[in-house]
Nanobody
Framework: QVQVMESGGGLVQAGGSLRLSCTVS????????LGWFRQAPGKEREGISC????????YYAQTVKGRFTISRDYAKNTVYLQMNDLKLEDTATYYC??????????????????????WGQGTQVIVSS
């Protein structure tokens, strides 16, 4: 079993930055791909960035590429999402998740919500003008 807990959301002005953190605990944490997803009101949950269990592969959605950076710290069992140049449309609840068995993360795949089975409660990010 894997437990996931996010932190770091808040209110920020457009153009600003935030860093989200996600602490993962439980069995075989290092064997899991980890990801960040977000869901805005009235919209489906979307995968925005995922990182492979080895840390060697990352995926970014086009909407965040070049602005967001995912990283993981194995010593702290934590994955981060550095968000720069935030836009109004980045407003959403952000979720961290660990994958089910068998997901392959590359630059073009491996970040679909149905493939991730262990979810945090979410942290809200509000970008104001």
């Amino acid at each position: 079993q894997v437990q996931v807990m996010e932190s770091g959301g808040g209110l920020v002005q457009a153009g600003g930055s935030l860093r989200l953190s996600c602490t993962v605990s439980g069995s075989a944490v290092d064997d899991h791909n980890l990801g960040w997803f977000r869901q805005a009101p009235g919209k489906e949950r979307e995968g925005i960035s995922c990182i492979s269990w080895s840390g060697s592969s990352t995926y970014y959605a086009q909407t965040v590429k070049g602005r967001f950076t995912i990283s993981r710290d194995y010593a702290k069992n934590t994955v981060y999402l550095q968000m720069n140049d935030l836009k109004l449309e980045d407003t959403a609840t952000y979720y961290c998740a660990a994958d089910r068995v068998g997901v392959v993360v590359t630059s073009t795949q491996g970040c679909e919500a149905p493939d991730y089975g262990y979810w945090g409660q979410g942290t809200q990010v509000i970008v104001s003008s």
